[in-house]
């Protein structure tokens, strides 16, 4: 199981925030590309960086993600308000992977012809949800699609590469949502990252029993509840 560190980027500063709320952010570093290579040299197997400003539509990361990008040598997956074209393809050149959550579920011609363009390991799916609905648009607006239904489809068109957030538990310390995890992981032929909630290395064995391809690392990693290093001890 891959072991992701989040990097969650809010004017230039590393954030996390609580349930995806703006309004409570708690702000961990002003320098991200040192918090990059520091878990790069702590033994991450990929960084995940999320441009909330973009998310949020209160501007963008862009050059900061493009310098982190050169300065580290493990896979990055980029997240975060890539609703257009272009960028998405731009930033498809210089990570390792795009990850797409509104554009997916509101624009499917522009996604099947990135799926044409890129590959599908190429790109991730973002289904966020709050207790198997998916929500869209920096997590503020309920979609009533329901979470295994959409993630079916999206097998159908020949996706395979899944991040799944219960939102409720994002930025918690409450522990990973296993039920939602479990339907998800037990559809064929995907890789599901697992993501929300996750507070101490119990929480991490719990989520590589229920199959999951990776799991994301954000507010326990930088409070020190846990190590990237004990939790490749799992992996």
């Avoid at 890539?82 to 797409?100: C, F, G, P, Q």
Wanted: hydrophobic share 40%.
């Amino acid at each position: 199981m891959k072991i992701i560190p989040a990097i969650d980027l809010m004017n230039e500063k590393v954030v996390r925030l609580y349930k995806g709320d703006p309004n409570q952010k708690t702000v961990y570093s002003d320098n991200p590309i040192e918090i990059a290579k520091r878990w790069e040299s702590n033994g991450a197997d990929m960084l995940h960086l999320v441009d909330l400003d973009a998310t949020l539509g209160m501007g963008s990361n862009l050059l900061l993600i493009k310098k982190i990008i050169k300065e580290i040598s493990i896979p990055i997956q980029v997240a975060g308000g890539l609703r257009d074209e272009s960028i998405i393809v731009d930033m498809a050149k210089i990570s390792s992977r795009v990850v797409l959550g509104t554009l997916a579920f509101r624009d499917k011609l522009t996604l099947k012809k990135l799926l044409s363009d890129l590959g599908s390991q190429k790109i991730v799916i973002s289904v966020d949800h709050k207790d198997g609905e998916i929500v869209i648009n920096g997590w503020q607006k309920r979609t009533g699609i329901q979470l295994i239904k959409a993630m079916q489809e999206f097998i159908t068109m020949g996706f395979s590469e899944f991040l799944l957030t219960n939102v409720s538990r994002d930025g918690t310390l409450n522990g990973p949502d296993l039920k939602f995890l479990e339907q998800a992981c037990q559809l064929n032929n995907v890789n599901v990252i697992a993501s929300g909630g996750i507070s101490n290395i119990t929480d991490v064995q719990n989520v590589k029993q229920k199959n999951a391809f990776g799991v994301i690392l954000g507010k326990a990693l930088y409070e020190n509840k846990i190590s990237i290093e004990e939790a490749k001890q799992l992996s």
